[in-house]
């Protein structure tokens, strides 16, 4: 069996990743069947024509830069034991090289491309201590709802100056972004864009000036590990929750004090 591993970072949210790699499709010739899909984590696909096979797989990692894709691609030629090495390595390999550069060039510019269409949201866990800041919103579709302070990037605007932005805007803190907590699959429709699309992106942060106040929802809360499954978040937050409580977990930074509407 011969193996290569290919590792691309695109400028794209995971699911814009995820599409824009399916739309494309497979960078050979010969059609490969899905064998794996799970959307926008990972797919497999393969196919065997007699005794030789191929099997592509791609693995979808979120990270604060954008979408990681870790590819690879697996085969046997089927012929017997030194044949398969002289033809695999006179032929084959280069062949899925070439074809495999010339296809993730042109992928990584198309997603990043892509993403500019898509409404993306940006998240912040401000951490204080052993506690994080978390708001209820007020009004809408998730009224009563609890989240992460944050909003829709701007076009043209990065995620991390989306970030401070909306802090201020909601809470009137200057805030600093400590590290890339997650992303996760916004399954709404946001601001008119297609359904599942869009992802919001989790950044740990600091509060560097200020003290948070509510000025765009209900009322705000420091919760501490323990108290953070109790609460009615919007679905879409569930997951990143582990992360946050590993963070809280940490101990952090001194406690700056307390917060409410
Ligand atoms: N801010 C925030 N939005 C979230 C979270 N989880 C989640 O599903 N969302 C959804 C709710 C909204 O559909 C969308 C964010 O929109 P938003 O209304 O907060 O954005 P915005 O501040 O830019 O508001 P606007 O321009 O529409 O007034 O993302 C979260 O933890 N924080």
Same mark, same amino acid.
């Given at each position: ?107 990584? =510019? ?5 993403? !500019? &269409?898509? *409404?993306?949201?940006? @998240? /912040? ?5 052993? #506690? %994080? ?45 400590? =590290? ?5 699959? !916004? &399954?709404? *429709?946001?601001?008119? @864009? /297609? ?5 919001? #992106? %989790? ?59």
């Amino acid at each position: 069996m011969f193996r290569l591993r290919f590792t691309t970072l695109v400028e794209a949210p995971l699911t814009v990743a995820f599409d824009v790699a399916r739309a494309l499709g497979r960078p050979w010739p010969v059609p490969l069947e899905e064998v794996v899909s799970v959307r926008p984590e990972r797919d497999v696909y393969a196919v065997a024509r007699g005794r030789g096979w191929i099997t592509h797989s791609r693995r979808f990692t979120a990270t604060g830069a954008g979408t990681l894709v870790d590819e690879q691609v697996d085969w046997d030629t089927g012929l017997p034991g030194i044949v398969s090495g002289v033809v695999d390595r006179l032929v084959l390999r280069g062949r899925v090289v070439r074809a495999m550069q010339a296809h993730l060039d042109g992928y990584a =510019a198309a997603a990043a491309h892509r993403a !500019l &269409d898509v *409404v993306r949201v940006v @998240g /912040a866990a401000l951490v204080d201590g052993d #506690r %994080v800041l978390v708001a209820q919103r007020s009004g809408g579709r998730y009224d009563g709802c609890w989240e992460f302070p944050g909003g829709k990037v701007e076009p043209g605007e990065s995620d991390l100056a989306a970030l401070v932005r909306e802090c201020a805007e909601e809470l009137r803190v200057d805030v600093v972004p400590q =590290a890339f907590l997650g992303e996760v699959l !916004l &399954d709404g *429709v946001v601001a008119g @864009g /297609a359904p599942g699309a869009s992802t919001m #992106r %989790v950044w740990w942060g600091r509060i560097a000036h200020g003290r948070p106040v509510a000025h765009e929802h209900a009322q705000l809360r420091w919760v501490g590990a323990a108290d953070l499954d109790a609460l009615d978040w919007i679905p879409a937050d569930r997951p990143l929750l582990p992360a946050v409580r590993a963070l809280l977990g940490l101990g952090g930074a001194p406690r700056r004090g307390r917060t409410s509407r």
